[in-house]
Every structure is written in C-alpha cells, then in structure tokens.
Antibody, heavy 125, light 110 residues
Framework: EVQVLESGGGLVQPGGSLRLSCVAS????????????MSWVRQAPGKGLEWVSG????????YYAESAKGRFTISRDNSKNTLFLQMNSLRAEDTAVYFC??????????????WGQGTLVIVSP | QSVLTQPPSVSAAPGQKVTISCSGS????????VSWYQQLPATAPKFLIY???KRPSGIPDRFSGSKSGTSATLDITGLQTGDEADYYC???????????FGGGTKLTVI
C-alpha cells in the first residue's frame, strides 16, 4: 500500500514563507510515483476540507485554488518520489493542517486515493 | 461558502439507512466524477467512493454512491456507531480548473 508522509509545517509569521514536502512510498507491480497526480488539501481548525493545488504525474499540468494563486507553488521530483508546496506571503487564514494526497489518476481530479497524516501550519505573529 | 453543497448534519439509528446529498453545477458534478471521503475525529480522510459509485478495496458494500445530473448522493446502510464521522464529497470543477470539496456532513448514529 502506498504511504505518503508530509513534513515542513510549523509556526511562521504573517508574510513569511514555508516549504512543505511529501515523500510517497510503497509503489509496486511496475507502478511508479510519476504515474499519479498529487495534490495538497488543507483543513483549517474546526473547518472542512479545501483543495489547494494539484500537479499531474509528469509535472506538466499544474492547478491552484484561487486562494493559492500567486502565492503558492507546487512541484514534484519524480526521481525522489517527492512532492513540494512552496508557500509565500502567508496569511493567518492559511493556518491549517496540510494533507499530501496521492490521486487516483495521472491528472488532478480531487479523487484522492491515499492521504498523509497532515502537517500543521500556523501563521501567527 | 463551498462550491458543493452538503447538509451540515444527518442522523439515524443503528441498523438504519442514511443518505447524504451533494449538490453542484454543470461545471463540476455535471461534468466530472464524484468521490466521497470519511473523516473520523482527529484522523486523515479515508477514500470511500470514487468515479461516482465505485468502492476501493476494503470498503464494505454498506457504502454506495450515485450521481444524477448535478447532484450526487452517498448511501450508508446498516448504520454502525463506528460510522459516526464527517463525510465529504469532492469533484473537479472544469470552469475553475480546480478541485472542489463539499462543506462536509456530520453523521450521528443515535
């Protein structure tokens, strides 16, 4: 079974930056990390799930929620089975648990087969 | 305000059936597959239904999904206390070029 593990969360001041990482493992039967889209989904304290950004298996197709456009950058290194989310100009409303998400297919579709346990980002003075 | 609309809460007795609705539009549910997730307290969400009505390996057939037009539903039969959780629908929005989630529905088994 595929596992995804996030890291990089923490406390950051408003206007600051943070880079989240996610390593995926457990691919078998000729299947590889690069065959699947990956996404980031966040959940603010006591709130629902919010899709943030997604990237195709090859990295060619990249998509962002309106709340992330211009501030967040998603990328991936298929040679290292790793997904990244560079977050700049952080705001208090970005405070949330950020989940790394392996999608079902090669393109992002908000169809998340495997979820990480999440990494907490707190934006506060 | 979520793009997809779910009832905030539903409840039913053990052994009964509950239906959770998810309403969208022609650019999201009407144009793309719907998936459903179960989130138990303080845990990561769990993949419950994909491509409108398919169950991943290990998901019991008590859980079923359907889609009609711009709406989708999740049915849970034979309710158990362990089914108490938040349930979310999700899909792709072609106009937004982004994923969208419903606001979530809290299921209480009373």
């Amino acid at each position: 079974e595929v596992q995804v593990l996030e890291s990089g969360g923490g406390l950051v001041q408003p206007g600051g930056s943070l880079r989240l990482s996610c390593v995926a493992s457990g691919f078998t039967s000729g299947l590889t990390f690069g065959m699947y889209a990956m996404s980031w989904v966040r959940q603010a304290p006591g709130k629902g799930l919010e899709w943030v950004s997604g990237i195709s298996g090859s990295g060619t197709n990249i998509y962002y929620a309106e709340s992330a456009k211009g501030r967040f950058t998603i990328s991936r290194d298929n040679s290292k089975n790793t997904l990244f989310l560079q977050m700049n100009s952080l705001r208090a409303e970005d405070t949330a648990v950020y989940f790394c998400a392996k999608e079902w297919g090669v393109l992002p579709a908000a169809m998340v087969q495997y979820w990480g346990q999440g990494t907490l980002v707190i934006v506060s003075p | 305000q979520s793009v997809l609309t779910q009832p905030p809460s539903v409840s039913a007795a053990p052994g009964q059936k509950v239906t959770i609705s998810c309403s969208g539009s022609s650019s999201n549910i009407g144009d793309n597959y719907v998936s459903w997730y179960q989130q138990l307290p303080a845990t990561a969400p769990k993949f419950l239904i994909y491509e409108n009505n398919k169950r991943p390996s290990g998901i019991p057939d008590r859980f079923s999904g359907s889609k009609s037009g711009t709406s989708a539903t999740l049915d849970i039969t034979g309710l158990q206390t362990g089914d108490e959780a938040d349930y979310y629908c999700a899909t792709w929005d072609t106009s937004l070029s982004a994923g969208v989630f419903g606001g979530g529905t809290k299921l209480t088994v009373i």
